[in-house]
């Protein structure tokens, strides 16, 4: 096939027969037989074959075979015919019953649709690997469009849990300013926990709030038929180009993912301005949102082991809470940036959610003072000691109390007032103190605090009469013209 399209090129540009046939390494007879017949040349036998055909008496009992169940492995069925005098090969049974099984299969139809107004959107995840701080990171891109417009809205996020679902719906419905009639989704495990037959299916708590809030009607596709959802398929494949040459084009680097979806909002804002986008989604007559948004987190209950830590799912990582409550269990929020713990309706605390490799730790000096205090002689060995070292502040502030013969635990009641005065105010003190003389203690840096500090907070903004300089501008003293003026 290469050689004839070749021959036929070069011919075209005026080659002669020995030119092509030594530009192509092939004899210059084969050259003039291929440019002579006009086609490719086919083989066939000389002579018929005379070995038997080895189907003749099964193919009819292999084709009723077949009728009653076309999906009959082609194995087992080799074997049953073989055991009852067939003498052929599995290959040649293959080849002998392919046409009658495509015949039995059929042809799938597929059906244009039609769509109307505001009556679906459509929802995805889709995988994009992208460079963020230096690192690359597989994120997921949530991807909503409505299919009669083509307008489109995309947030990327670091998994493709609940929480990524949902912020991603969200941030859509803000950007759209109302939702369709009905949402199109996968069977996705953070959405569905059992497909029933048809449309029906077991929906998980949290989807079934979501969906109640807004008031979409829900519409998963069929197992397996991605393309019933064929308009966010198409647009996720579009996207990634797009993001990936914007790149390229412009050598775009992001610092966080927060950079990479503000990013990423200009370019779907870019696309919905197009006039054949605009000009349609203007007739959407979307349904109007709801007064107020859905709070997009799902909940886990966690148990805080002895280390006033518990670890988060399946992740592996974890996290701290203050050490009066080890051995409880509490409620967890997971949001996609943050995580909240729950104790009585209450929030205990909340800490940045950690994405990474498997057993990274976030804990709170805060949590963990008051135990430390109580074992000073912990603090040394303790496995996640650099967290008292949090800001470059704090280790120049212990190092020179040790220098100057304190004691860790003097240094712990420094870190102590974090309680009272917060991480900020502390810092700044120790700086200030590290500048000083004096000898450094936990007394010192709440005299810093008290005198030097608290009070700029109490300094009040002086109060101006600006209608005394009305005159500058209108012309005007104390409400009447000056002379000379109409």
């Known amino acids: 096939m290469t050689d004839y399209k070749l021959i036929i090129q070069l011919r075209n540009k005026g080659k002669s027969q020995d030119e092509i046939a030594k530009a192509i390494g092939i004899s ?37 075979k077949l009728e009653l169940n076309h999906k009959l492995p082609l194995s087992e069925l080799y074997e049953y015919v073989s055991a009852i005098g067939y003498e052929g090969s599995e290959r040649t049974l293959r080849r002998k019953t392919k046409d009658l099984r495509n015949a039995l ?35 997921y891109l949530w991807v909503t469009s409505l299919p009669f417009s083509n307008a489109y809205f995309v947030t990327p996020f670091y998994h493709c849990s609940f929480e990524a679902f949902a912020e991603g719906s969200v941030d859509s ?40 809030h807004y008031g979409f009607e829900q ?39 927060e ?10 804002r870019d696309h919905n301005k197009k006039q054949s986008v605009s000009s349609k989604f203007k007739t959407e007559m979307l349904i109007s949102l709801p007064k107020t948004e859905f709070s997009c987190f799902r909940t886990a209950v966690v148990s ?16 701290s809470v203050p050490s009066r409550y080890i051995g409880l269990s509490i409620e967890t929020r997971i949001y996609t940036g943050h995580i909240e713990t729950i104790y009585n309706g209450k929030i205990v605390c909340s800490h940045s959610r950690i994405y990474g490799p498997r057993g990274l730790v976030s804990i709170n000096p805060e949590h963990v003072i008051d135990g430390l205090l109580k074992k000073t002689g912990a603090m040394k060995d303790w496995k996640y000691r650099d967290v008292l070292f949090e800001r470059p502040a704090w280790k120049s502030f212990y190092e020179k109390m040790i220098a100057g013969g304190s004691s860790d635990k003097d240094y712990l009641k420094c870190l102590k007032l974090m309680s009272k005065h917060g991480k900020e105010l502390i810092t700044v003190a120790m700086e200030l103190a590290i500048e000083s ?19 700029i907070y109490d300094i009040k903004p002086l109060e101006l009469d600006l209608k005394k300089y009305d005159e500058f501008l209108t012309g005007e003293e104390n409400g009447s013209k000056l002379k000379g003026q109409s």
Request: hydrophobic share 35%; aromatic share 12%.
């Open 304 to 319: 805080i082991n002895k280390y006033s830590l518990f670890t988060l799912e399946k992740t592996g990582h974890m996290y």
């Open 437 to 455: 003389s004096a000898e450094l203690s936990a007394n010192q840096l709440s005299r810093l605090i008290t005198n030097d500090m608290e009070n």
């Open 259 to 268: 950079a990479f979806k503000e990013f990423v909002w200009e370019l779907c």
């Open 105 to 139: 299969k059929g042809k799938e139809v597929y059906f244009q649709r039609e769509v109307r107004p505001a009556e679906i959107m459509e929802g995805d995840f889709t995988e994009f690997h992208i460079t963020i701080g230096g690192v690359k990171r597989k994120v």
């Open 28 to 64: 210059r007879r084969t050259v003039i037989r291929y440019l002579k017949d006009g086609h490719i040349p086919q083989y066939s036998r000389e002579k018929p074959s005379n070995r038997a055909d080895p189907m003749v008496g099964f193919y009819q009992m292999v084709k009723e």
């Open 219 to 257: 519409d998963f596709c069929n197992p397996g038929r991605g393309n019933e959802k064929g308009n966010v398929e198409a647009n996720n494949k579009y996207i990634k180009k797009k993001i990936y040459a914007r790149i390229s084009l412009n050598n775009l680097s992001f610092t966080n993912i």
């Open 173 to 212: 419905f803000r950007e759209f300013q109302g939702i369709a009639k009905k949402y199109r989704l996968d069977n996705m495990s953070p959405a569905v926990t059992k497909i029933l037959s048809g449309k029906d299916r077991i929906v998980t708590a949290r989807f079934a709030q979501f969906q109640q």
